[in-house]
């Protein structure tokens, strides 16, 4: 099994553009898109927001300051692209320099769903920027797709 298929895995120390993960979810592509765009469940998993799953909607994430990588708190973010139950990707700008995309892929997966997700365009000469894809590889991974699940076992079906 090659790392991109491993449950939860990343590639964070490797491409330093980007940071790469995916998770098995015991649950259909529908319950999985609900948790990753009801703006409500979203708030419980990432951050605070008053997001819309329309292509070209601005909004914005607020969350705690991170005065080490120039964080002020607030993301703002715009909706790039939306599948239904299949693909989400935002472009996410906060804090010095950050101009990244993120998207979220599903692809049923047994009775379940595997979770893609994509952070990208992270600078790597940038000491600052190298700094936030690692704290935010870690944070994605074991926080992230974490309160994701706990939120999918909550949910009704």
């Known amino acids: ?25 015991a649950h259909p592509p529908a319950k999985v898109w609900r948790a990753i765009t009801d ?5 419980r998993w990432l951050m605070p927001n008053d997001f ?30 939306v599948v239904r139950e299949r693909l989400l990707r935002i472009s ?4 010095r320099n950050a101009d990244w995309t993120v ?5 049923p997966e047994g009775t379940g769903t595997r979770l893609f997700l994509d952070h990208e365009g992270f600078d ?6 190298q700094l936030s894809r690692r704290i935010m590889g870690s944070g994605w991974r074991s926080g ?7 939120i999918l076992d909550e949910l009704p079906d």
């Open 1 to 25: 099994m090659s790392d991109r298929t491993r449950p939860g895995t990343a590639d964070v120390d490797d491409d330093l553009r980007s940071i790469h993960l995916d998770q098995f979810l």
């Open 39 to 43: 703006p409500a469940l979203m708030a």
């Open 52 to 81: 819309k799953p329309v292509v070209g909607h601005r909004f914005t994430y607020v969350t705690k300051p991170m005065e080490a990588v120039g964080f002020d708190g607030v993301v703002d973010c715009e909706v790039l692209e």
């Open 92 to 95: 996410w700008r906060g804090g």
């Open 103 to 107: 998207t979220w892929r599903l692809e």
């Open 124 to 129: 790597p000469d940038d000491a600052t920027q």
């Open 144 to 150: 992230h797709f974490r309160a994701i699940a706990t």
